[in-house]
């Protein structure tokens, strides 16, 4: 996924930890990337979560389909 001001994701849930440098987080993102596949980025990335999930994203709880896009 690449770096931009505005990213938009779906949902989040709860899983393994990850860390980049100095900073871990078990939060995860479902989000579309550029290249139009959905999936799941770690919440280290974001600006707003730093050692927890994101409290203004939905909970996808162990289920993508909950963030899922809607499909008409």
């Known amino acids: 996924m690449n770096s931009?001001?505005?990213n938009w994701f779906r949902?989040?849930?709860l899983s393994?930890?990850?860390c980049s440098?100095?900073?871990c987080n078990d939060a995860w993102a479902f989000t579309e990337a550029d290249n139009g596949n959905w999936g799941w980025v770690?919440?280290?990335y974001l600006s707003s979560s730093s050692t927890t999930w994101d409290p203004d994203l939905r909970?996808?709880?162990s289920r993508a389909s909950l963030?899922?896009?809607f499909q008409p």
């Open 59 to 61: 909970s996808c709880g």
């Open 21 to 23: 440098g100095a900073h």
């Open 4 to 6: 931009a001001d505005i």
């Open 16 to 18: 393994s930890t990850f």
């Open 11 to 13: 949902g989040d849930t």
């Open 42 to 44: 770690p919440e280290v």
């Open 67 to 69: 963030c899922a896009p």
